[in-house]
């Protein structure tokens, strides 16, 4: 009996553990301002900008953002291909507002919001996330034609030259 309540302390030490420090799209445990200049480098390194996803696990929203583009493949592409990506997580763990502060507090828009930075980490966008929903999710056409508005071939002038 007393080795069967040890293995069962043990197993509840043990889950209790691994579920503090488990995350799912957010991680209230990163250094958000670290992983921006990281992000901002390597878009610099890439040429594309830095698309900055801000929400928590708590967001129902920022959820269904989050899977939304893990599934929808033309979004994840076009993500992949133009963009650096990077979450910042905001919640009662971590909040990030140094971060928050030096994008002009986007989260005044509420959860998500996206923020887009050019390569030289210069914040040239910021998207409230209820203006691309549509009924209980996201619309493709909208969350497509703004992630196409702010690449950096839409925003060089000589991509609208007569050649």
Sequence with gaps: MKNLLLILSLSLLTLGSFAQKTYKYYNPEANAKTDLKKAITKADAENKHVFVIIGGNWCPWCIKFSKYIEQETEIKNLLEKEYVIIKVNYSKENKNMDVLEDLQYPNRFGFPVFVILDKDGKKIHTQ???YLEKDK????A?????LKNWTTTALDPETYKKK
């Design 128 to 130: 409230d996330s209820g």
């Design 142 to 146: 909208k969350v497509s034609r703004m």
């Design 137 to 140: 999710g996201y619309d493709k």
